[in-house]
Structures are given as C-alpha cells and as structure tokens.
C-alpha cells in the first residue's frame, strides 16, 4: 500500500477531483463518495476503474456534439435556398439530438408546413411540445401517431399520450391507454408518468408499485444500461419518498 501511495502520490489530488467531478456528474450510488474520500487516491482509481472507465464507451456520443453542430450549420444555410420538408425534417431531429427542443418544434412545423404526408415529423414534434410542457398541443400530434400505429417508436409514442391525457386533466383516458401501454412496454419513462398519474389521484400505493417496478429492473440490467437509465432511478427513488407511508 505504501509503496503504491508513493507511485500515485504527485497525481492523489487530480485522481480524487476526477472521480469526484465523474460521482457528481453521474451520481451513481452514494456509497462511492465515501469511498473516494476516505480512502483517498486508492479510492479514487478503484471508483475510476468500476464506474468511469465503462462510460468510455459512452464518450463516442458526446463526441458527435461537433458534426451534429456542424451538420446543423450546413442545414441552415441550406435552407435559404431549398426549404424542402426533407431538410427542416433532418434540421427537427438535430436539434432534438442537440436538446434544443423549441428550435426543433419550429423546425418539424416547416416540415410538416411543406409536406404532410409522413408520421415522424409529427410525432416528434408532438414529443417536443411534451417536453416543453405544452401537452395540449402535443395532443393531437401524439393521436396520429398512435391512431395510425399504436406501437409507434416502440409503444413510447403511446406512452407519452397517456402522460399528455393526465396532464390535460382526461384521467381516466390516460389510466386505460397506459394499462393498455404496459402489458407490453417496460420503459421507465412510461412507468414514472403512470406513477404520477396514480400519485395525482392519493393513489399512493400503486404509484408506489410502479415506480417500484423501475428500480426492480436494475438486477436485470448489463451495466451500460444502468448507467443510461440513472436519471430514471432517480426518479424513481425520489417518487418512492414522495408516496411513502
């Protein structure tokens, strides 16, 4: 141990402020920060190893930031001299990639503008409005998707109309459509929005069920897909304390 300590001694301080800024940034389980405190550098390279080092893998998508960007640019400038539906179709699923959410919205309706004979323009900008907290006006765009495909973008097309029932006060249509929606989908997302919905109404124990049913995925999960799904678990576990008792 000493002889290791020795080793990593000049780089203690920059190991330990990695793995710190990694556990807040990714915030995996707490019980990592004691160990990169307490056991100091050691801790910090055994946390560096379990849980950063798998997220390389994950780096490849930060890295597309830069000809996303790019791409978008081009697009634009595109633009001015071929408006078509293709390119501010390409240009809505950009800025959805790129979290800019309001941008792709104007950008699917310019698509949709100039030609509306294809779902995923509306369904996307449906998604859009959703996220943006206009769920009244994804209504109708999230009814087309799933009126014309009900297992569309693999039931989460269906599972965000639900959501948008509840939250346009159609309770009862939102509670069958995501009965209907989880016999056979298991995304966490729609799980969470079920859960709500159920917390919404004093219905605690069986939000509680379902939010219950996210963390229980986890045993099951490769751990590339734990990591993606964190901010579900979080959630979860934050509704967990919200309905407890």
């Given at each position: 141990m000493?002889?290791?300590s020795?080793?990593i ?9 990695l793995?710190?800024v990694?556990?807040i940034?990714?915030?995996p389980?707490?019980?990592w920060i004691?160990?990169?405190?307490f056991?100091?550098?050691?801790g910090?390279i ?8 798998p ?5 490849g998508?930060?890295f ?10 081009e697009?634009v400038?595109?633009?001015r001299?071929?408006p078509?539906a293709?390119n501010?179709e390409e240009?809505g ?7 800019k959410l309001a941008e792709?919205?104007a950008?699917f309706?310019k698509?949709i503008?100039?030609?509306a ?12 409005a959703?996220?943006?907290?206009d ?11 799933v009126s014309?495909?009900?297992d569309?973008?693999?039931g ?13 006060g159609?309770k009862?249509?939102a509670e ?7 016999i ?11 859960a709500?919905?159920?917390?919404s109404?004093?219905?605690?124990a069986e ?19 734990k990591?993606?799904?964190r901010?579900?678990f979080?959630?979860?576990k934050e509704?967990?304390k919200?309905v407890?008792?």
């Amino acid at each position: 141990m000493g002889f290791l300590s020795y080793l990593i001694y000049p780089w203690g301080f920059v190991l330990q402020g990695l793995a710190i800024v990694h556990f807040i940034r990714r915030r995996p389980d707490t019980y990592w920060i004691f160990i990169i405190l307490f056991l100091g550098p050691l801790g910090a390279i055994i946390y560096l190893f379990v849980e950063a080092l798998p997220d390389i893998g994950l780096l490849g998508q930060s890295f597309k930031v830069f000809p996303r960007r790019k791409r978008i640019g081009e697009l634009v400038a595109a633009i001015r001299d071929n408006p078509s539906a293709g390119n501010y179709e390409e240009l809505g699923d950009l800025y959805m990639d790129d979290g800019k959410l309001a941008e792709a919205r104007a950008a699917f309706d310019k698509a949709i503008a100039a030609r509306a004979d294809t779902l995923d323009p509306f369904y996307r900008r449906g998604v859009c409005a959703i996220l943006l907290g206009d769920a009244a006006a994804a209504l109708p765009d999230l009814e087309r998707a799933v009126s014309k495909e009900p297992d569309y973008d693999f039931g989460r097309a269906a599972g965000l109309l639900a959501h948008a029932y509840a939250l346009t006060g159609e309770k009862e249509k939102a509670e069958a459509l995501f009965r209907r929606v989880t016999i056979t989908s298991t995304l966490s997302e729609t799980y969470l929005n079920f859960a709500e919905l159920l917390a919404s109404e004093g219905r605690n124990a069986e939000a509680r069920e379902w939010a219950q049913k996210v963390l229980d995925k986890r045993n099951s999960m490769p751990g590339y897909l734990k990591r993606r799904e964190r901010p579900w678990f979080r959630r979860a576990k934050e509704m967990l304390k919200r309905v407890a008792g």
